[in-house]
């Protein structure tokens, strides 16, 4: 079993930044990560991710302005969110899978075993 904690949620500005962590369990060396959001009424959507080879790939509504990223060492996946606006509100979970591989685009919530607990992101104007 792995645990996931997300952490750095919170309230910001149009504009302002945040930086979101998700400590995991290191079972293994090998997993891909990614970093999804989900706003009420809405399907879970992903956002960002980061193969085994530290390749990371983003959505359009993101690219640019985020920055997925991890530290083996640390056993942490962050997520660096720039320029944020008030689209980007949602509860944002890690998650994590092995022997995936590919872009953001071509995954979906069923291809990921792992899920954090979600922190929340809130983005006024």
């Known amino acids: 079993q792995r645990d996931l904690v997300e952490s750095g949620g919170g309230s910001v500005q149009a504009g302002g930044s945040l930086t979101l962590s998700c400590v995991y369990t290191?079972?293994?060396?090998?997993?891909?990560s990614a970093w999804f959001r989900q706003t009420p009424g809405k399907e879970r959507e992903g956002v960002a991710a980061?193969?085994?080879?530290?390749?990371?790939s983003y959505s359009d509504s993101v690219k640019g302005r985020f920055t997925i990223s991890k530290d083996n060492d640390k056993n942490t996946l962050y997520l660096q969110m720039n320029n944020l606006k008030p689209e980007d509100s949602a509860m944002y979970y890690c998650?994590?899978?092995?022997?995936?591989?590919?872009?953001?685009?071509?995954?979906?919530?069923?291809?990921?075993?792992?899920w954090g607990q979600g922190t929340q992101v809130t983005v006024s104007s």
């Open positions: 998650a994590e899978e092995l022997n995936l591989y590919g872009t953001i685009a071509t995954k979906t919530t069923d291809d990921f075993g792992w």
């Open positions: 290191p079972t293994y060396n090998n997993y891909y």
């Open positions: 980061i193969d085994t080879y530290g390749s990371p």
